[in-house]
């Protein structure tokens, strides 16, 4: 797949501009850096340091994304008819307000007719790739449990599924992890742990349960402090507040679109009053801006602008939820001296279960005081679906059967401390998709909406497992249940993971690229993101996204070996004693993999 060109450098501002700057993006800087190409990053939201994240999620102006009003916070709500998403916003896109856990799917995953589309053997072709990119986030098994985590244990022993309970792998730096420390204690510096001191210093998870607000203890391992922290040190130019709006394919003789490069549009909100817009020529574009950014900004370009007409029609086909949902539980649970328990420290994510052969679920946790979640949700006691009577109508009579629950469960304040949210995922198979259509109060204007069709799945907000390991926890924890209240009125799902939308296949009658990203039909045109994940995982998404951009990246030839030569690999410290990947060298392991792995393609010069 040659992708050099004798077209002069001063003809483009950049070889290579991504847009966004989560995980896919941010790989996509520092592998495409590592071959030679002049890379720029557009990411719409803010670059945020450690001692800028908010420290309580009432900070309004600081969690949400809604610059309209002017505020240009960490997450982004994105509502529709089917469906809620929440999606992060800044310099790491989700890296720096997830939950931090890092999973490899299920074999049956691999195996289900949407991933064989494109290729019958996913799972070895990214096994190499899921091991690199453990490494890159420094994944490693947690160390902490606390009451909530017992709870969630006795609900899996009395599920007869005792063994599925375990401890979440996570992109967190603890104090437990330390052998390349010479101190040990939390909140000590740890100077570059993971990459040999070519890394950023670092210091110890506090357990303070402030990773979905933003680490303000520099333990989290965000993209900022891996993929983008070398991609920088590279030269890769990152331009925050810098939103893409459009994309046109320069003009090109005989051969294929794209040939010639691209000229994007962008829009700069980064300075004072009104916003500036201009123009840059780039020979390729790695869009990363995830399923609102990418699907929406080539529905635009196709059916719009008609700027790259040519993009296949399954575009926005088949996006997904990850199945999922969440329910807070509470705990009303007392120490042996008559005080509350807490069950607000530790990381975010701590623990996980396997409720049945398609349900995983999670312990989720928020700092002590970061109610403001429980109060944007509005949580109201947990009502069963199913059966004649509308679940809005049973709702109504167990708030008038148990007035004293409902108020408790009404009210946020102090709820981060006693309550965590039971993350729901599975790998059952329901999507929507994502169109362009005129609505009655705007005939003139495509806007799109997420749909579905007669014969699809019905998505549902109501998942009976998860109301049974509810139940169970509550009768452990002596505490509550409850469901979030737009869930029960409209039955749209709430995900924290959309994905899907832009399929792998082999041509564009079964996909919208192959399996390098290319968009079918266009040259040096990628998709990287979670668009391209083709089904629910039943997992924690974000490690599937960097080990499908890291194997789409190994497939690539260097572009400028001149430029290559001058770039200092990635180079890996001893493993940490609690690593959690296949890849346990030390040194350059992308070499490694290039040289002994029969998946990752030999370089072309």
């Known amino acids: 797949m040659k992708t050099t060109s004798t077209t002069p450098d001063n003809e483009f501002d950049f070889d290579q501009v991504i847009i966004g700057s989560g995980f896919g993006g941010s790989c996509s800087a520092l592998r495409l850096s590592e071959k030679g190409h002049r890379v720029l990053v557009l990411e719409k939201g803010k670059r945020w340091n450690d001692e800028d994240f908010p420290k309580t999620n009432w900070n309004i102006k600081k969690n949400l994304w809604a610059p309209f009003i002017g505020f240009k916070g960490l997450y982004q709500v994105n509502l529709s008819r089917k469906v809620i998403a929440l999606h992060g916003a800044g310099v790491g896109g989700g890296s720096l307000i997830y939950g931090n856990v890092h999973f490899i799917p299920e074999d049956k995953v691999f195996n289900t007719p949407s991933w064989k589309t494109s290729k019958d053997n996913w799972k070895e072709s990214l096994l190499p790739f899921y091991g690199l990119a453990q490494r890159m986030i420094g994944v490693s098994s947690s160390d902490y449990e606390n009451d909530a985590d017992h709870s969630l244990r006795k609900v899996a022993e009395k599920l007869g599924r005792g063994d599925s309970y375990r401890l979440v792998n996570t992109g967190i730096l603890f104090r437990q992890a330390n052998s390349n420390s010479s101190d040990g204690q939390e909140g000590a510096d740890r100077g570059d742990p993971y990459f040999s001191g070519d890394g950023p210093d670092r210091n110890n998870c506090q357990n303070c349960g402030a990773c979905m607000l933003g680490c303000p203890h520099n333990a989290k391992n ?201 993350l729901v995922m599975q790998t059952k198979d329901s999507f929507i998709h994502m169109q362009l259509k005129r609505r009655w109060y705007k005939a003139f204007t495509l806007q799109w ?139 350059d392991l992308l070499a490694a993999i290039r040289e002994s792995s029969p998946v990752a393609e030999k370089q072309i010069s």
């Open 222 to 422: 965000t993209l900022v402090k891996n993929y983008l922290y070398f991609a920088e040190r590279n030269g890769v130019e990152i331009r925050a507040e810098s939103k893409a709006t459009r994309i046109v394919p320069l003009p090109y003789g005989d051969g294929k679109a794209g040939d010639a490069g691209y000229e994007i549009t962008v829009k700069d909100s980064s300075g004072f009053g009104f916003a500036k817009t201009y123009k840059l020529k780039t020979r390729g574009i790695v869009l990363s801006a995830g399923v609102f950014g990418t699907i929406s900004l080539l529905l635009d370009q196709k059916y719009k602008g008609k700027t790259l007409p040519d993009i296949s029609p399954l575009l926005g086909r088949q996006v997904r939820t990850n199945s999922e949902t969440l329910i807070p539980v509470s705990t009303r649970k007392r120490d042996a001296n008559g005080k509350a328990v807490e069950i607000c420290h530790g990381p975010a994510i701590s623990s996980i279960i396997s409720a049945d052969d398609e349900t995983n679920i999670e312990i989720v946790r928020y700092a002590p005081g970061a109610d403001a979640a429980f109060a944007g949700m509005i949580t109201v006691p947990i009502t069963d679906g199913g059966g004649n009577v509308p679940r809005v109508i049973r709702l109504l009579v167990n708030i008038v059967k148990n007035p004293i629950k409902a108020l408790r469960t009404l009210n946020p304040f102090g709820a981060a401390r006693n309550t965590v949210w039971l």
């Open 449 to 587: 909406e997420a749909t579905q069709e007669a014969d699809d799945e019905p998505l549902t907000a109501y998942f009976p497992i998860a109301h049974k390991v509810a139940e169970l926890f509550t009768k452990e924890s002596g505490g509550d249940a409850a469901n979030i209240l737009g869930e029960i009125i409209a039955d749209t799902p709430l995900t924290a993971h959309i994905m899907g939308g832009v399929s792998i296949g082999t041509d564009s009658d079964n996909g919208v690229i192959d399996d390098t990203g290319e968009v079918f039909g266009y040259k040096n045109l990628r998709v990287l993101d979670g668009t391209i994940i083709p089904g629910n995982l039943g997992v924690n998404p974000s490690l599937t996204i960097l080990a499908l951009t890291e194997h789409a990246m190994s497939k690539l030839p260097v572009f400028n070996q001149q430029r290559a030569n001058t770039i200092k690999p990635v180079i890996f410290s001893k493993p940490l004693d609690a690593l959690v990947s296949d890849l346990d060298g030390e040194g």
